[in-house]
């Protein structure tokens, strides 16, 4: 009896968390969210592009978004709770990634999905950062620092996968060189315990509410949203908190 009751606490809790989560942060406007107004129209076309091949032909989701600041908050909390908030990636895949641009703290992180930590550890995360889009930031640049992390994060998830981007063809993409973490399976142990308690609480929480597909479009007001330039929503995707965050 006392453990079903710490149990029950346990999925209020998460279901109080999520809530929160989902109700603190505006909706995604598309894969990116310029809420800062930070990008030209043309970027905006360019990214918005690649982001979305990539999602259609590998089911891979990369979320931008920037924000004019963060009210006080620190850049690693404040990402990892919006990735949880938006949930870019597939449900049970995790394959998605969150890019997350504080203007006023000039803070920049990029958060890794699950499913993508295994080709794009930490190492590599902290060097599209700083190799790649930092020299742009550094300048007030910041389309054209989304657009080539952007770049570099889904050329990679498209050899991973087999498939070619067409929307890279104009693009200028600069990946650099790192290890992947297929030697290192065994770091990947505690995370897919983690992966599977969580699984097993939202098996238990649809079963109480009902069932339910994948999140789509959350945040203030709830809902799906259409359009956008073929934007469909996010999917429903976890994080753990991979990534690489830092100043410019």
């Not at 978004?65 to 009210?71: E, K, Y």
């Not at 990402?79 to 890019?99: D, M, Q, V, Y």
Request: hydrophobic share 40%; aromatic share 8%.
């Amino acid at each position: 009896m006392p453990l079903r009751g710490f149990l029950l606490c346990l999925l209020i809790l998460t279901l109080f968390s999520a809530t929160l989560a989902k109700s603190e942060f505006p909706q995604p406007l598309g894969y990116l969210s310029d809420f800062a107004e930070v990008v030209s129209p043309g970027v905006e076309r360019q990214i918005t592009a690649v982001c979305r091949e990539l999602d259609e032909k590998t089911g891979a989701q990369i979320g931008i978004a920037s924000f004019p600041d963060l009210g006080g908050d620190e850049i690693d909390g404040f990402t990892n709770r919006l990735f949880e908030a938006w949930s870019p990636g597939l449900k049970g895949i995790n394959n998605g990634i969150l890019i997350v641009d504080a203007i006023a703290e000039r803070k920049i992180r990029i958060e890794i999905g699950y499913g993508l930590e295994p080709i794009i550890p930490d190492g590599m995360a902290g060097r599209i950062r700083r190799d790649v889009m930092t020299p742009y930031l550094s300048e007030g640049k910041h389309g054209e620092a989304y657009l080539a992390g952007v770049a570099a994060l889904a050329s990679i998830i498209a050899k991973e996968e087999g498939v070619t981007l067409e929307s890279l063809s104009g693009v200028e993409v600069r990946v650099p060189r790192g290890k992947r973490r297929s030697d290192s399976l065994y770091q990947l142990i505690p995370l897919l315990f983690i992966v599977m308690a969580a699984m097993a609480l939202a098996r238990r929480r649809r079963n109480l509410r009902g069932g339910g597909g994948p999140w789509i479009g959350g945040g203030l007001g709830g809902g799906g949203f259409g359009g956008g330039g073929g934007f469909g929503g996010f999917g429903g995707g976890m994080s753990g908190g991979g990534g690489s965050s830092g100043g410019y």
